[in-house]
């Protein structure tokens, strides 16, 4: 069996090929990744000398290279992880989330297409189907809640889904999408919520909360939504979207000072700053169909992830304060200052 699994270099992606890796000692996981600014060869140093693991630097969007990879490689299943995933950006720059979002996803799918895949899996958001109010907490996403996107990263994410399903019902190709809420955990880019907020919390400084702090995630330790896709890839019906959550709604606020107060910080370092855009205010998953048909259930609740991350973020100090002082300075600085 081999699986190519693109933007394994990123956060969910690396820890998927972690998984698969042992979970499948006789499996043969590809890695194909561009390296953007959210992709760490030095996250994969661990499996790079695996005689089951390959790791090719390349575009999802780039055909040729694509091809060229399914020509020498004939992969069954091919997991797509490889996007633009920060919300932030896409606000800053839409363009290249339409373009790695999307036309990748049909570049990939056209190869899958072209050699016969026995799975596509395309690893998608809750964020497809918008927000729920902060004041219907009766309210939850099913498969079935219509996609009504707010951001361009999340109607980036809706579009190759609807070409997902568009490919699997006009060629045939054998698909699958998942619907995952936020994941935290090892290996997370430290633009985003939680590792910002462990980085910042460890260097002393201020840890800016947008708004008024009370927009409400749904967290998942990223080994089980690794354990979901999983399952779905080998036992999922194909056609399916599959939503995957742990029903573990936090408002920003309370991590920010569950943080603060696991590292022994003051919460006077909390700053609240402009809010962004658009912004969601609740998301949360009804994972009901993933538990009947699968039997996936969440394994790490929030206390324990939680705990275990944030020594996860004190015991790798290299690999985010690397990232911290190269190109992501810049781009902390222009999104901060003056906010
Ligand atoms: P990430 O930003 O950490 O990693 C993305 C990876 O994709 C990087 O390694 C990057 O180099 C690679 N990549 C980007 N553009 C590429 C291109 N054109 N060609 C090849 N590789 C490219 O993202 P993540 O948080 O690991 O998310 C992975 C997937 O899961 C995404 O599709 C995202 O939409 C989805 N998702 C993420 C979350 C979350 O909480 N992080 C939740 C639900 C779904
Ligand atoms: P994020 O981790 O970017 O994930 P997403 O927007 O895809 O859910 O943000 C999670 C929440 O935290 C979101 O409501 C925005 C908020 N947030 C802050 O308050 N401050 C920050 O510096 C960041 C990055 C996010």
């Given at each position: 069996?081999?699986?190519?699994?693109?933007?394994?270099?990123?956060f969910?992606?690396?820890?998927?090929?972690?998984?698969?890796?042992?979970?499948?000692?006789?499996?043969?996981?590809?890695?194909?990744?561009?390296?953007?600014?959210a992709?760490?060869?030095?996250?994969?140093?661990?499996?790079?000398?695996?005689?089951?693991?390959?790791?090719?630097?390349?575009?999802?969007?780039?055909?040729?290279?694509?091809?060229?990879?399914?020509?020498?490689?004939?992969?069954?299943?091919?997991?797509?992880?490889?996007?633009?995933?920060?919300?932030?950006?896409?606000?800053?720059?839409?363009g290249?989330?339409?373009?790695?979002?999307?036309?990748?996803?049909?570049?990939?799918?056209?190869?899958c297409?072209r050699?016969?895949?026995?799975?596509?899996?395309?690893?998608?958001?809750?964020?497809?189907?918008?927000?729920?109010?902060?004041?219907?907490?009766?309210?939850?996403?099913?498969?079935?809640?219509?996609?009504?996107?707010?951001?361009?990263?999340?109607?980036?994410?809706?579009?190759?889904?609807?070409?997902?399903?568009?490919?699997?019902?006009t060629?045939?190709?054998?698909?699958?999408?998942?619907?995952?809420?936020?994941?935290?955990?090892?290996?997370?880019?430290?633009?985003k919520?939680?590792?910002?907020?462990?980085?910042?919390?460890?260097?002393?400084?201020?840890l800016?909360?947008?708004?008024?702090?009370?927009?409400?995630?749904?967290w998942?330790?990223?080994?089980?939504h690794?354990?979901?896709?999983?399952?779905?890839?080998h036992?999922?019906?194909?056609?399916?979207?599959?939503?995957?959550?742990?029903?573990?709604?936090?408002?920003?606020?309370?991590i920010?000072?569950?943080?603060?107060?696991?590292?022994?910080?003051?919460?006077?370092?909390?700053?609240?700053?402009?809010?962004?855009?658009?912004?969601?205010?609740?998301?949360?998953?009804?994972?009901?169909?993933?538990?009947n048909?699968?039997?996936?259930?969440?394994?790490?609740?929030?206390?324990?992830g939680?705990?275990?991350?944030?020594?996860?973020?004190?015991?790798?100090?290299?690999?985010?304060?690397?990232i911290?002082?190269?190109?992501?300075r810049?781009y902390?600085?222009?999104?901060?200052?003056?906010?």
């Open positions: 069996m081999t699986i190519i699994v693109t933007g394994g270099a990123g969910i992606g690396s820890n998927f090929v972690f998984h698969m890796l042992s979970r499948y000692p006789d499996y043969r996981v590809v890695c194909l990744d561009k390296l953007t600014y992709g760490n060869l030095s996250t994969l140093k661990g499996v790079m000398d695996n005689p089951n693991f390959r790791f090719v630097k390349a575009d999802i969007c780039d055909r040729e290279a694509v091809f060229q990879l399914f020509e020498e490689e004939k992969p069954d299943i091919v997991v797509n992880f490889a996007a633009e995933s920060h919300v932030d950006r896409s606000i800053e720059d839409p290249i989330f339409l373009r790695t979002n999307i036309l990748g996803t049909q570049t990939l799918m056209d190869a297409c050699y016969g895949v026995t799975r596509y899996h395309q690893v998608s958001t809750d964020e497809v189907y918008g927000d729920l109010p902060l004041d219907r907490p009766d309210l939850f996403f099913t498969e079935t809640t219509p996609i009504h996107t707010s951001s361009p990263y999340s109607a980036s994410k809706a579009s190759a889904d609807l070409l997902v399903l568009a490919y699997h019902r060629y045939g190709l054998p698909v699958s999408i998942s619907r995952c809420s936020n994941n935290y955990g090892p290996y997370h880019f430290p633009e919520l939680i590792p910002l907020m462990i980085a910042n919390c460890l260097n002393d400084k201020p800016p909360v947008y708004g008024d702090g009370l927009n409400v995630r749904d998942l330790y990223v080994e089980d690794c354990k979901a896709i999983d399952l779905i890839i036992k999922g019906r194909v056609g399916e979207v599959y939503n995957i959550g742990g029903h573990n709604e936090m408002r920003n606020i309370d920010v000072r569950l943080i603060c107060k696991a590292l022994n910080k003051p919460e006077s370092l909390i700053t609240y700053v402009a809010d962004r855009k658009g912004h969601d205010m609740r998301y949360a998953i009804d994972p009901t169909k993933i538990h048909e699968l039997g996936w259930l969440p394994e790490t609740m929030f206390k324990d939680i705990v275990k991350t944030i020594q996860w973020y004190l015991d790798h100090r290299e690999w985010w304060e690397e911290i002082s190269g190109e992501y810049n902390y600085e222009k999104m901060y200052t003056n906010r």
